[in-house]
């Protein structure tokens, strides 16, 4: 019972989808269908008639009997062209119906990808049912309509002629019908086996994508061409797909053969039945226009049960790839969230409390019992060695991920107490891995804060105070300048440390409390990193902020240093704090500071 309802809910979906997409599709679809099942019953029928006509009147060429034969076959021939033409147009709106019913499809991921946990989406099996659903589900909708349909409109022409072969004799369809049984549940074996094997593949295939990508992207170019990886990438793709398509082949020729065998055993009935009906009309107990509208009536019965079987397996394969929508859909690991807002005021605590993190699938501890505070009023400086935890202490803060163990809080409360895009808005934040979007200066600054994307001033502030608008304001077009050639001719691509600034303005630009800044000068050169030294000063004074930086001297700016090891809060407090203590810190600096004491003679 639960697989009826099951299996109803999806297809209320796969209807649903299509009717958004273009209600024209389904109205053609059910015309189209009820002309296929139907006309070729008639036009058997039809032609049967027109045979026995010609057959009693063969000499009468009165008027009537023109008007009676030709009639019908006007009706005969009518009936073929209205089938086509409705097949002709179903087939060019459904194209159109198809590309909107892809895009809704993609829709409904991208809305619901975004409430994904990231711990989920680092999980390269969520990675395999993504990039199914994305990849099989926009064209599935319609393949299971158009099966289903076309099985409706086989059984409507299947039910007409088993009349036409039951009226005669029974035991004739009966015949037909059990040498085709086996064939029905053979393909629908074959296709569950066809779609095991793709779903468990999946991997196999985006590596393949993957290197693809490797070879073809234009961000991979110069690394590839620069260490000459082409020979090696490719190869690694070939024995990937070799060994895919060997797979492939060998399901393939098991079904050709099992089909070949059980189409050959299948057509038994029909030949038996054929061959009765030959000895039948040689000793006259049947017409010559019974004998054609019978002979008609069990060649089509038999290859239409072939054509069902392959419905049927088509309906269960189709069904088996909608069934990756509803995985999609119904994904448990989500964001939590809820509905508390921040409160309005001038100073925010933060407060980590006993927090330890592991990522999921590693057995190791990434951060270790954290407990530290610290306000907005603050300016932070998170240091440590690569790998030490600060990246991922600032994603729990932003709660790209929650704690493992113990608790964030923001004003003595749980994050996860607040409405997740209240703390979005509550941080503006420069990622390591910063987009280096495809748009004009204007956007890419402005997306830092969305609703005010339209503030030209605001965006023109932004640059100045990262010093980004030195080489803006150089560019033919300024403001309106296109960045990345990715869709634009005339495009400019900064360079590193522009594209840096541009990341770090539109972090300005957010209108967040608390701009939190990872690694920010990593592609800066000497004099732009100094001068960005004063911009930090001039933000920290007018926001607070969160930095995470190799480059020691910016822990002067801080009026909180949190130093990271292995996981493991060691040292915390002032500047002056950390250097008197001369600990963990203190050597680091002095070692920093002792390599850039570099003489000039
Ligand atoms: N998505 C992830 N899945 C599993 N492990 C991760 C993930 N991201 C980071 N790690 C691991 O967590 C540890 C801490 O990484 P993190 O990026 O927080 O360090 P970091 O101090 O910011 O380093 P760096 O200075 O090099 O940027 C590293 O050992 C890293 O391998």
Known sequence: MKVVKDYIKKLGFVFK?????????????????????????????????????????????????????????????????????????????????????????????????????????????????????????????????????GTVANVISLIGYTIIIAKHNIIAFLVIVIFTIPIIVFKRKYQGLTF????????????????????????????????????????????????FINGNTKIAAKEITVSLITSLISMIGAILVGVWLIHKTIAGTISVSEFYLLITAIMTLATDLLALSDQIASNSKSMMFI???????????????????????????????????????????????????????????????????????????LRIYDPTEGRILLDGIDLKAYDINEIRKFYGVLFQDYVKFSDSVHNCIGFGNIDNIQNDEGIAEAAKLTGADTFIENYKDGYETNLSKMFFNDAIEPSGGQWQKIAISRAVYSDAQVLVLDEPTAALDPKSEVKMFDTFKNISELKSTIIISHRMYITKLSNKIILLENGNLVEEGSFEELIKVKKEFYSMYKIQSDSYS???E
């Open 17 to 149: 989808e299509i009717f958004k997409a273009g209600p024209s599709v389904f109205f053609l679809s059910i015309g189209s269908m009820a002309i296929a099942g139907i006309s070729p019953v008639l036009i058997t029928y039809l032609t049967a008639e027109l045979i026995e006509k010609l057959g009693q009147n063969i000499g009468n060429d009165s008027q009537t009997v023109y008007v009676k034969v030709i009639g019908a076959f006007i009706v005969m021939f009518l009936l073929v062209v209205i089938s086509y033409a409705t097949e002709s147009i179903k087939t060019v709106i459904c194209a159109v119906a198809g590309l909107k019913l892809s895009h809704n499809i993609e829709n409904l991921v991208a809305d619901k990808f975004q409430s994904i946990k990231q711990e989920r989406i680092d999980n390269p099996e969520f990675l395999d049912l993504h990039s199914n659903t994305l990849n099989r589900c926009g064209s599935e909708p319609l393949n299971l309509m158009e099966s289903l349909f």
């Open 196 to 243: 095991r094997f793709y779903n468990e593949r999946t991997m196999q295939l985006r590596r393949i994508m993957y290197y693809l990508e490797l070879l073809t992207e234009p961000e991979y170019t110069n690394e590839v061409r620069g260490y000459r990886l082409y020979d090696y990438i490719r190869d690694q793709r070939e024995e990937l797909f070799r060994d």
């Open 323 to 397: 069934n990756y929508i509803f995985d999609y859909m119904e994904e448990p690991n989500l964001i939590e969230n809820s509905d508390l807002k921040i409160t309005e005021k001038s100073i925010h605590d933060i407060c980590f409390e006993n927090v330890s993190f592991k990522y999921t699938g590693s057995d190791n501890y990434v951060l270790k019992n954290i407990s530290v505070s610290f306000n907005t009023s603050e300016t932070v400086c998170l240091v440590g060695e690569n790998g030490s935890g600060k990246s991922t202490f600032v994603k729990l803060l």
């Open 598 to 600: 570099m003489s000039v």
